[in-house]
Each structure stands twice: as structure tokens, then as C-alpha cells.
Nanobody
Framework: QVQLVESGGGLVQPGESLRLSCAGS????????LAWFRQASGKEREFVAA???????ISYADTVKSRFTISRDSAGTVDLLMQNLKPDDTAIYFC????????????????????WGQGTQVTVSS
């Protein structure tokens, strides 16, 4: 069974940074797109960033572009470096694995992903 575990969340002040990490187990993730989504209280889960199997096709939501950086390694770990955090970044952050290998699925769609972690809370407040 596929399992994803997020870590690295916490409480920070505006302008500070956090690095989230997601460790996957249960299968080889080498050919699957990996992604981060987030869900704020009272809102729907929204796309944050994605990275394909090669590590060269990367996409970000407009709200986090230039501040967040997604990366992955060969062991199936996907990280999200979040810089210059803002109160609007407050949410539970989830990592996800695509339903199929390759890069053909739309990376920013929740429907493209079949496995999700439990999430890690990020709170940005002064």
C-alpha cells in the first residue's frame, strides 16, 4: 500500500521560511509526477507545485511562484522550500503522487493524483 508522510510544518512569522518534506513508500516513484497541494480553513484544496519524473518539468501556482521551490530525489522524497511566507500561505499542505507514470497528466489538477498524505500544518502569523 502506498503511504505518503509530510513533515516540516510549523508556526512562523511573515517573511520567514520553511522546508516541507514528503517521504513515500510502497512503490517506486521514479516515473511519477509528484506534487504539493494545500487547503486553508473553509476553502478547497488548491494546487501549489508539481515536478515530473525527470525533475525538469516543474510548475507552480501563480500565488507561490518565485517564493516556493519544489525538488525531488531518486528515493521518492519530494520537498517544498517555502520562502518569504505570507499569512495567506496558512494551510494544511499535502503531497501527492500521480495516478500514472510519465508526464501526460495535467500537473495542477487534483484528479491527476491517486495517493495523498495526511498533511502538515503551516501557520504564518505575527
Amino acid at each position: 500500500q502506498v503511504q505518503l508522510v509530510e513533515s516540516g510544518g510549523g508556526l512562523v512569522q511573515p517573511g520567514e521560511s520553511l522546508r516541507l518534506s514528503c517521504a513515500g513508500s510502497g512503490r517506486s516513484f521514479g516515473l511519477y509526477t509528484l506534487a504539493w497541494f494545500r487547503q486553508a480553513s473553509g476553502k478547497e484544496r488548491e494546487f501549489v507545485a508539481a515536478i515530473d519524473w525527470s525533475g525538469r518539468k516543474i510548475s507552480y501556482a501563480d500565488t507561490v511562484k518565485s517564493r516556493f521551490t519544489i525538488s525531488r530525489d531518486s528515493a521518492g522524497t519530494v520537498d517544498l522550500l517555502m520562502q518569504n511566507l505570507k499569512p495567506d500561505d496558512t494551510a494544511i499542505y499535502f503531497c501527492a503522487i500521480a495516478s500514472y507514470p510519465g508526464s501526460s497528466l495535467p500537473a495542477d489538477s487534483r484528479d491527476s493524483y491517486s495517493s495523498w498524505g495526511q498533511g502538515t500544518q503551516v501557520t504564518v502569523s505575527s
